[in-house]
């Protein structure tokens, strides 16, 4: 079957990048298996100190699409630090590639559990085997692909068909003997994910310049603080801001009240959720 | 770019003669041979003689015991079910476990329909043991369905003695000859076989067309079912231009068989000893002495048939692999792992297949830009180890 692979796909399997292993590698992730018909293997050299990728290498077995994803991962870690990195999914990687024919798109999933096994290798967590871990079951036995990672590509790449599950992990392309499991499986997470309330969004990290995060602060505690305070007779005003830490004073009913405490922590509160999680305030006149 | 196409197994280059013998039927001639007036009737001898063509090519009696089809997997499923319909007490069906696809996934239909399959093992040459075949009838067999020579590997088997085996025992033998017809003289008379399918495009004619033999005395049913065409035996109005084409396909083959012999198996040992020379760590798979002449199934190990074919094509060299990847069913071939060809092998398999049209020049241009891919792949592969 001849593949549609787009020019950047056809390039990265031609000239290959950042082949090889890092002798001295401090993180090294190894996926899949010759009896799979793919592998990689991911090494990186962190710096111990920024905790940035400073040199990223692979050694990939596998079809074109597999030797081009390897190519995007080891240049889309290079020079990011390991909580950078920790936040790459498959998609990802083949947004960088520009897009991979449907039934490609496992090479991507292998880019992404390689790295994160490198991860766990750097951060010295042991991978937790999946056939120790009483939840798991291999679902399709072909390609050893388990129910937990079934439900994470569900999840993680919003599949809806059992086509989509078999181009994303393989599973049920081999014998097909897991069929019926892997449809009920999709099933099961399709219901639980409608039934679960919508996720929060998770406030975005911001990265605030000090001038920002002071504006923030201020208009903070303009708005959303000090009505509240007055309303009850009391008042606060600004008095410094140094790195994450807030400097404030207590105005009028606030001064000797017993609950000042409650209300210094509630200030923080609505600092850290509106400016930054970091913060710390403190009183002054302490 | 200059194109080696070494993918003959897959389908050919049309044959230029093959191509001037059909045009008039594109053409002034595209009567239809069922009619009365003489406009259709002036179609109905070519078709005539191209039957007489391709029942010269197999050996048959009788230009009576070809039935037209549009392709090789008609031809098989025709076969089959005539077999099936006509021993409606039968139930049993002996085949192999390297099959192609047009017998091996009809067998899997028919298993979950409830007919009992036996799938015959070969062993690590791809080889089938004739008593194996004996072993498995029933009173129940309806029909033994074995190929001729294996599409991926071109190992051959024995036919001739499966024949007489299956005529002991009053069981219909059917034998999917896609790929040997033009590669191997054929006498059908030899074989003991009731059915025997072929393939127009395997052979120098373009796609849409086949051909069935079915012994004469064999009790048949017709598969489509319609017209009187074709005697009653295949309704559906003839592709008279396929079917010319095909005669003189047929004709070309007899003709250039002997090639085969010398001129094509030169060039193939040609390019096998240069790859297993140049190349360490590969392999040929399948018997090196019953095999078609045309046919080299060679295996590069710890590397990716994709990311080889990938890197030939680059380079104007067409084959293909029995790798997961290209077999889009994500498990390498079906035949090498009935074989026992190891994982590490199996994804790194390459068949070359040559024709009477290839050249040693293009042998010469593949033997010096294999070793380079293979060793560049084995660069970036995580199990080669110097």
């Known amino acids: 079957m001849a593949w549609e692979y787009n020019e950047k796909v056809k ?75 920790a936040k790459i999914k498959n998609q990802d990687i083949v947004d960088y590639l520009g897009g991979l024919p449907a039934e490609k798109m496992h090479c991507s999933v292998m880019g992404q559990e ?33 129910n937990k990672k079934i439900e994470k590509a569900i999840l993680e790449n919003g599949l809806r068909t059992l086509e989509d599950i078999t181009n994303y992990t393989k599973a049920g392309g081999g014998c097909g003997s897991c069929i019926d499991e892997i449809e009920q499986i999709l099933e099961e997470t399709l219901a639980n994910q409608a039934v679960a309330p919508p996720a929060p969004m998770p406030a975005k990290p911001k990265r605030l310049t000090t001038l920002q995060k002071i504006k923030l602060i201020e208009e903070t505690i303009e708005k959303e603080i000090r009505p509240q305070l007055i309303k009850d007779g009391g008042d606060l005003e600004l008095i410094d801001v140094e790195g994450n830490r807030v400097v404030i004073e207590f105005k009028g009913r606030c001064l000797g009240c017993q609950a000042v405490t409650y209300t210094l922590s509630g200030v923080q509160d609505k600092l850290r959720e509106m400016v930054s999680p970091d913060l710390e305030v403190t009183v002054g006149s302490d | 770019m200059k194109t080696v196409y070494l993918d003959n197994n897959a389908t050919t280059q049309v044959a230029p003669e093959v191509v001037e013998a059909m045009l008039p039927f594109l053409r002034e001639h595209y009567g239809n041979p069922s009619s009365m007036h003489a406009f259709g009737g002036r179609v109905e001898a070519p078709v005539e003689e191209a039957r007489a063509s391709v029942a010269k090519l197999i050996g048959a009696d009788q230009p009576s015991e070809i039935i037209f089809t549009s392709c090789g997997t008609e031809a098989d499923s025709t076969a089959i079910w005539s077999a099936l319909n006509t021993e409606t007490d039968k139930n049993h069906i002996i085949t192999t476990r390297v099959e192609h696809p047009a017998v091996r996934s009809l067998a899997l239909h028919l298993k979950r329909k409830g007919y009992r399959i036996t799938e015959l093992p070969v062993d690590s040459a791809g080889l089938i043991d004739p008593r194996d075949v004996e072993r498995a009838i029933t009173k129940k067999t309806a029909i033994i369905s074995i190929m001729s020579a294996n599409n991926e590997t071109g190992v051959l088997f024995p036919i001739e003695e499966i024949g007489r085996i299956a005529a002991g025992y009053g069981v219909k033998l059917h034998t999917d000859a896609v790929q040997l017809v033009g590669k191997q003289p054929l006498d059908v008379r030899n074989l003991n076989v009731n059915f025997l399918a072929l393939s127009g495009h395997k052979i120098h004619a373009p796609k849409g067309v086949g051909a069935l033999y079915v012994k004469r005395g064999t009790r048949f049913r017709p598969f489509l079912i319609g017209g009187h065409q074709e005697r009653g035996r295949r309704g559906g109005t003839e592709a008279v231009p396929n079917v010319v084409a095909l005669g003189k396909a047929a004709e070309l083959a007899l003709d250039h068989v002997t090639e085969e012999r010398t001129h094509v198996r030169a060039l193939r040992d040609w390019l096998e000893q240069g790859l297993l020379e140049a190349i360490p760590r590969s392999q040929v798979n399948g018997d090196l002495l019953n095999r078609l002449p045309n046919t080299t199934n060679v295996s590069f190990e710890h590397v990716e048939g994709e990311a080889i074919l990938l890197m030939m094509s680059d380079l104007g060299i067409a084959a293909s692999s029995g790798s997961a990847c290209t077999s889009g069913s994500l498990e390498p071939s079906h035949v090498l792992r009935a074989m026992g060809v190891p994982y590490t092998f199996a994804h790194g398999s390459i068949r070359f297949s040559l024709s009477r049209y290839n050249t040693a020049d293009e042998v010469e241009y593949v033997l010096e830009h294999m070793p380079p891919i293979i060793a560049r792949l084995r660069e970036i592969s995580p199990f080669w180890k110097d």
């Not at chain 1, 990939?60 to 699409?65: I, K, L, N, P």
């Not at chain 1, 096994?117 to 967590?125: E, F, P, S, T, V």
């Not at chain 1, 937790?128 to 390609?143: G, S």
Request: overall charge negative; hydrophobic content about 40%.
């Open chain 1, 114 to 146: 390689a790295l994160e096994a490198a991860i766990a290798d750097y951060r010295g967590l042991k991978v937790v085997h999946e056939e120790e871990d009483p939840d798991t079951a291999i679902v399709c036995h072909c390609f050893g692909v388990s």
């Open chain 1, 11 to 85: 390039d990265l399997y031609r000239n290959p990048k950042n082949v090889g292993e890092i002798e001295d590698a401090n993180a090294v992730g190894e996926v899949g298996s010759i009896v799979c018909g793919d592998a990689l293997k991911l090494s990186l050299k962190v710096d111990k100190d920024t905790e940035t990728i400073t040199d990223a290498k692979f050694q990939t077995f596998g079809c074109g699409s597999a030797i081009a994803s390897s190519t995007a991962l080891t240049e889309m870690v290079i020079g990011k630090t390991m909580d950078e990195v």
